[in-house]
């Protein structure tokens, strides 16, 4: 071996030499054949297509969507419904899993124990078939439309989904809202200044029933000023199926079911892990300066679980985004099934198609990756 | 001189003792605590006797056909009916055997590696020759075998192939991706990283769907890939990446100066990663790859959105047979039932193993 090549500098200069040439090569060689191949086959390349026709009508759109829109529409339509279903799913897992969570650290050994096995069973079972188990089985089975499952007249349950009443916002709604951020302001003001109350004086200002109350009175009080502007349209049956209020689709639930339950497990072993790596003492200090149980969970327990536990339950509602592509299996169409699926189908650009779909989740993925590296360095430990 | 005599020790008191204490400690300490156990029975009431008297007692077990499923009640006469399905997918028929002596070998061999102490130089080509064995024996085309296309797999022995050869694969990609992402040369560090995250930020569904449709247009014509070999490329590459994140974290868990201590004993890179930290690194992160495998294993089900017949396909597929329509929930209940016993003992193991490798904590 010649001498310079024991050089570490040198080697190292080598082998990235050669990973260069051959990742380069590589992807040459790829691009090459690609090349060659979409031209054999007569496919188009480029991201035209993004402005044709797409010729196919789509269930659920929040937004209006018609066969005459482009293909660009549905990757919005797509990404809105992810992004719906997403949005609720991280809604019900966070609930779920909060009680599972706090069910499984429970001093019932009965409860701890329901919880133990609703997290091994779920956990256990691949999602995809808990998403096909719900919607070919349980709302499957659900009775048909004429003999729906009433719940007071205002939510009707049966195969074709769950109808519910629609608020509509009629016009001086917008008073509701305002009072409803001027509560959010007034409540951070009461905070600051019983903080500083608190430091000065040592007197306690009862915050948090402040907070609940203007919470709850100022959108009432606007609610009532405006004339009473929301009214609720509930479903009613007309011939076959209902009209009115709003429908939530078999898909929809199926998925947003399945996705809840599944993630549930894991976001309540994240609390329970986050709330069992508080070490012991912490709380009997807490107790030895005579802070009551709810004191202690509060002002010492919590503040350092939760360190520990959002990280990870971040990390899960990123996997519950990821996991929604599974609806490709029962068709509720949101990006995977009706961009990467049916656009695909029908324009054959599949290398486009999946890379502007991987790219989407990526973007969100770094999205989120962006909330936890600020919420991480937010909860690092101060020393000082 | 007074006799004091020794008096027997009085029992404890019967009611903080035995099984007694224990409900009284654990269920009823307090009044929100009885509230709480009479929730978990009402639970439990809710749940199981119903769960029951569908799955055993008013379950059908004996005879051969859905009309002797009549009445409410699991028809598991459906699961045995289509067991052969369930296991082995399309296989042919007459070649069963094979598939059989396939998964006999291999838990031949895990016993044989557990119980007979030593021989590692044996099991290490037992390891290798294996693969090539299980290849032949159930492709066949070779030695008088009759061909079985891979597209006639299916059911469990297809989701056992896509997860043992995920897992077999995907482990020394990890590893190399993890060298990559430590590694001290920007180039090949930052293409590691950047092929981690990439597919760390995707579905699989999405790197499943490009190896399905997307792989072949990235070959000459001649060069086909079959679909189980175009979606196993897929799960491994995606595999890979978390196995490398995994024994990144490993990496993480080693002290500096073991890496000064192989610089001092004069060994190269990779003498110095093969023989101290790579061994170190993954004896640390064992129970997050297994975490990591058993997600494997679960997601070798999405293999069916890209048509092929795993054991959650074919439940759609028997219950869709003209015979036995409306057999879904057995169906479903079934592979369920068949999964959760592969990752709840894959689970179980990682705990285990946590256990025993945390020699150094008094716990």
């Known amino acids: 071996m010649p001498s310079f090549l024991r050089d570490e500098k040198v080697r190292g200069i080598l082998y990235q030499i050669i990973t260069i040439v051959l990742f380069v090569g590589f992807l040459f060689y790829i691009a090459q054949n690609t090349a060659h191949n979409i031209e054999q086959r007569g496919i188009k390349t480029g991201f035209d297509f993004l402005n044709a026709t797409a010729g196919f009508d789509i269930t659920e759109s929040p937004i209006p969507f018609t066969p005459k829109s482009t293909h660009w529409d549905v990757f919005k339509v797509g990404l809105l419904n992810t992004l719906i279903v997403s949005f609720w799913g991280i809604v019900l897992s966070s609930l779920i899993g909060l009680l599972i969570g706090v069910w499984r650290l429970s001093p019932n050994w009965l409860i701890s124990r329901i919880a133990a096995g609703y997290i091994e069973t779920f956990r256990n079972i691949p999602v995809l078939l808990q998403i096909l188990f719900w919607y070919n089985v349980v709302l499957a089975t659900l009775p048909a439309t004429r003999h729906s499952i009433n719940l007071f007249d205002t939510v009707f349950i049966n195969n074709r989904g769950f109808f519910m009443p629609e608020f509509v916002f009629g016009p001086g709604s917008w008073l509701i809202g305002a009072a409803l951020f001027f509560a959010v302001v007034a409540i951070y003001f009461v905070n600051r200044w019983a903080k500083k109350r608190q430091e000065d004086t040592g007197e306690q200002f009862p915050v948090f029933l402040t907070g609940v109350i203007l919470l709850i009175l100022l959108p009432l009080l606007a609610y009532f000023l405006a004339g009473r502007p929301i009214t609720a349209v509930y479903p009613e049956l007309h011939g076959f199926n209902f009209k009115g209020g709003k429908t939530y689709t078999p898909e929809f639930l199926a998925l947003l079911?399945?996705?809840?339950?599944?993630?549930?497990?894991?976001?309540?072993?994240?609390?329970?892990?986050?709330?069992?790596?508080?070490?012991?003492?912490?709380k009997e200090a807490a107790t030895s300066l005579g802070l009551s149980p709810l004191q202690q969970l509060r002002l010492v327990v919590l503040p350092q679980a939760v360190r520990i536990a959002i990280?990870?339950?971040?990390?899960?509602?990123?996997?519950?985004?990821?996991?929604?592509?599974?609806?490709?299996?029962?068709?509720?169409?949101?990006?995977?099934t009706i961009f990467a699926g049916t656009s695909l189908n029908q324009t054959g650009q599949a290398l486009e198609i999946l890379l502007i779909t991987m790219l989407t989740y990526l973007l969100i993925s770094l999205i989120v990756s962006l909330i936890l590296n600020w919420f991480n360095a937010k909860m690092k430990i101060k020393e000082r | 001189m007074a006799v004091y005599p020794p008096k027997q020790a009085k029992e404890p008191p019967l009611l903080e003792r035995g099984p007694i204490a224990w409900v009284r400690h654990n269920l009823l300490s307090s009044p929100f605590n009885i509230i709480f156990t009479l929730l978990g029975i009402a639970i439990l009431y809710m749940i199981i006797p119903p769960f029951v008297k569908w799955a055993i007692l008013d379950a059908h077990f004996v005879g051969n056909s859905k009309a002797d499923c009549a009445g409410g009640g699991a028809c598991w006469i459906f699961i045995r009916a289509k067991l052969n399905m369930f296991l082995y997918g399309f296989y042919p028929h007459d070649q069963l055997w094979r598939p059989k002596v396939v998964i006999g070998t291999i838990l031949a061999l895990g016993a044989f590696a557990k119980f007979v102490p030593g021989l590692h130089r044996l099991k290490l080509a037992l390891i290798v020759l294996y693969p090539v064995f299980a290849f032949i024996l159930l492709h066949g085309g070779l030695f008088g075998l009759p061909l079985v296309e891979t597209a006639k797999w299916g059911g469990l022995?297809?989701?056992?192939?896509?997860?043992?050869?995920?897992?077999?694969?995907?482990?020394?990609?990890?590893?190399?991706?993890?060298?990559?992402?430590?590694?001290?040369?920007?180039?090949?560090?930052?293409?590691?990283?950047?092929?981690?995250?990439?597919?760390?930020?995707?579905?699989?569904?999405?790197?499943?769907?490009?190896?399905?449709?997307?792989?072949?247009?990235?070959?000459?014509?001649?060069?086909?890939?079959?679909?189980?070999?175009?979606a196993l490329i897929g799960i491994?590459?995606?595999?890979?990446?978390?196995?490398?994140e995994n024994i990144?974290?490993?990496?993480?868990?080693?002290?500096?100066?073991?890496?000064?201590?192989?610089?001092?004993?004069?060994?190269?890179?990779?003498?110095?990663?093969?023989?101290?930290?790579?061994?170190?690194?993954?004896?640390?992160?064992?129970?997050?790859?297994?975490?990591?495998?058993?997600?494997?294993?679960?997601?070798?089900?999405?293999?069916?959105?890209?048509?092929?017949?795993?054991?959650?396909?074919?439940?759609?597929?028997?219950?869709?047979?003209?015979?036995?329509?409306?057999?879904?929930?057995?169906?479903?209940?079934?592979?369920?039932?068949?999964?959760w016993i592969f990752t709840f003992s894959m689970s179980m193991y990682s705990k285990r193993l946590e256990k025993k490798l945390n020699t150094d904590k008094g716990k």
């Not at chain 2, 491994?236 to 490398?244: M, R």
Request: a neutral charge; aromatic letters at 12%.
């Open chain 1, 257 to 282: 079911f399945a996705l809840s339950i599944y993630t549930a497990t894991f976001i309540g072993e994240a609390i329970r892990s986050g709330i069992e790596a508080v070490p012991k003492g912490q």
């Open chain 1, 311 to 336: 990280p990870s339950i971040i990390n899960q509602y990123l996997n519950l985004i990821k996991n929604s592509s599974l609806a490709a299996a029962i068709g509720y169409p949101e990006l995977v």
């Open chain 2, 157 to 230: 022995l297809l989701t056992l192939v896509i997860a043992t050869v995920g897992i077999v694969l995907s482990f020394p990609i990890g590893i190399l991706l993890a060298l990559g992402r430590q590694s001290k040369l920007p180039i090949i560090k930052s293409l590691s990283v950047f092929y981690i995250e990439f597919v760390r930020g995707v579905p699989l569904i999405t790197v499943l769907f490009m190896a399905s449709v997307v792989l072949p247009l990235f070959f000459p014509e001649g060069v086909n890939f079959d679909k189980l070999a175009r």
């Open chain 2, 236 to 244: 491994t590459l995606f595999e890979a990446a978390y196995v490398a």
């Open chain 2, 248 to 339: 990144r974290s490993g990496f993480q868990a080693i002290p500096k100066g073991q890496y000064e201590a192989a610089d001092a004993l004069g060994l190269g890179y990779w003498q110095k990663m093969a023989l101290v930290i790579l061994p170190q690194a993954i004896k640390v992160t064992i129970p997050n790859l297994v975490g990591t495998f058993i997600s494997l294993f679960k997601d070798t089900s999405l293999v069916m959105i890209i048509g092929l017949f795993d054991l959650l396909s074919m439940v759609t597929v028997t219950a869709n047979d003209r015979d036995w329509l409306g057999m879904d929930t057995e169906g479903y209940v079934f592979a369920a039932f068949i999964f």
